[in-house]
């Protein structure tokens, strides 16, 4: 089912930009590892990691993924978006995307200042891309000297995470190794948090193995028998059992509370569950309807009005959520995706799925479709989507796959939405039929609306 995969499964890794900066070389709680942190857009692909783990419900938050400022494929993901939500994106979304556009521009600029940063990110409400913008200034060659810049994270950071938080610290002590002062309030930190109480031994083992770097023995010891104090360890030190520590260390690592797995917010994610309108026109009724319903204005023109919007199916959908008689004088269904060869037949939202045994089912009949067509059939059932055209009233589908179809000029004329430089519809080992009889596997010259036009298909 290739359309039921995101784009980001098939892209092979982004080549390092001309321009791109390089950033400092330090892990973040936030990110898998340094490589994260590499290059800028590296920010992107934490996110699409991070939104793969729980893609198909997430399908019907698109929000998710459109209102963060990513650093590279904004496009291809709402272009993928697009073509696998189950209903049309809400326009307050949308223009909230072309927002976060232009904020990833802002992200990006290198001259951009500080203050001005803090306005744009004010603008951000998803937590982790937060974390994620403070990352990447940090990686910037000015932004990882500004001090207010680690201390807003930190102070950000205490407020939703204390793990991630001693891991700032643990970061920021290592880059300005002469600010004493933050190294004591990095040790009360870790005390008052193992009261919480939570795992802090790899922050004492982190600190006193500063003392060995940048202290002394004695000092190293001092920090030891502090750490070991809330181990409620009545172990007896002198200087020479510092020479090799790992024992202590051990004993460190054990008075950690075992937690429970915090759950990802994404991974709770679920697909709503609603029950289907109860929505019947019975074809005896239409008549009466017809005649009943009462406007202002005289019906002749309320049917012109219908009849010219007829082939909008925006305008349409505002219409039938109005009034239902404007449904029973153009009887047109609105499907914003349609799957034929799904693995049970369902509607989801304003798209419908359907087994290829259950194409004779009676919804598919005067079928306007709006975004997505996916036929996922095999060589043994080449006429799907010519009997489909047959049967549906209108075909604007930009996105899906055509899978073992066979295709003349005339059902390019139906699906001419999806045809490069119009969409991004791909036939898979599909084959043409021209007018001599010939067939041939469908190419990239074939699929295309130039050719559609120098065959008389418009």
């Known amino acids: 089912m290739k359309r039921d ?88 979304i949308l223009k909230k995307y072309e927002r976060c556009k232009f904020l990833c521009k802002q992200f990006q600029r290198d001259d951009l ?81 193992s009261k919480i109480p939570l795992p802090v031994s790899e922050f004492w083992i982190d600190t006193i193995l500063y003392e060995f770097d940048f202290g002394t023995k004695e000092s190293a010891l001092k920090i030891l028998k502090r750490a070991l104090a809330f181990s409620n360890s009545s172990v007896d030190l002198k200087i020479e059992d510092i020479l090799s520590p790992t024992d202590y260390f051990e004993v460190l690592k054990k008075m950690d509370p075992v937690l429970i797995p915090k759950i990802d917010f994404f991974d709770t994610l679920e697909a709503p569950h609603k029950s289907p309108i109860s929505c019947f026109y019975p074809r005896n009724q239409i008549p009466t309807l017809k005649k009943t319903q009462n406007f202002s204005i005289p019906r002749t023109i309320i049917y012109y009005f219908t009849q010219n919007i007829k082939f909008n199916h925006r305008m349409l959908q505002k219409l039938y ?78 996105y899906g796959d055509i899978d073992h179809q066979t295709i003349t000029i005339n059902e390019l004329r139906h699906i001419s939405n999806g045809l490069r430089d119009e969409g991004d519809m791909c036939p898979w080992n599909s084959k043409f039929i021209g007018d001599d009889g010939e067939e041939r596997f469908i190419n990239n010259d074939i699929w295309d609306t130039k050719f559609l036009e120098a065959n008389g298909g418009n």
């Open 113 to 193: 200042p500080f203050d001005e940063w803090i306005l744009y990110l004010n603008e951000i409400e998803n937590e982790e891309a937060v974390f994620g913008l403070f990352e990447h200034r940090l990686g910037w060659k000015n932004g990882c000297f500004d001090k207010n810049l680690w201390n807003l994270y930190l102070k950000l950071m205490k407020e939703n995470d204390q793990i991630g938080y001693l891991n700032i610290y643990c970061r920021y002590t290592r880059f300005f190794i002469e600010d004493k002062e933050k190294v004591e309030k990095y040790r009360n930190e870790i005390e008052r948090i």
């Open 321 to 398: 959520n109005s009034c239902k008689y404007f449904f029973a004088i153009q009887s047109t269904p609105i499907c914003y995706r349609l799957v034929l060869g799904w693995k049970e037949s369902k509607y989801d939202e304003q798209s419908l799925f359907l087994k290829i045994e259950d194409f004779n089912f009676f919804g598919l009949n005067n079928l306007y479709i709006t975004t997505t067509l996916d036929i996922l059939a095999d060589e043994t059932q080449p006429k799907l989507l010519f009997n489909l055209i047959k049967r549906i009233y209108k075909c604007e589908a930009k």
């Open 5 to 92: 995969l995101p784009f980001f499964e098939h892209i092979p890794p982004l080549p390092l930009p001309e321009n791109g900066r390089k950033v400092l070389d330090f892990n973040s709680k936030v990110y898998e590892n340094e490589e994260d942190l590499r290059l800028g857009h590296k920010y992107t692909h934490f996110l699409l990691h991070l939104f793969a783990k729980n893609w198909h419900n997430i399908l019907y938050y698109p929000e998710k993924l459109l209102n963060i400022p990513h650093f590279d494929p904004m496009e291809y993901m709402k272009k993928d978006l697009e073509g696998n939500c189950p209903k049309q994106i809400p326009k307050a």
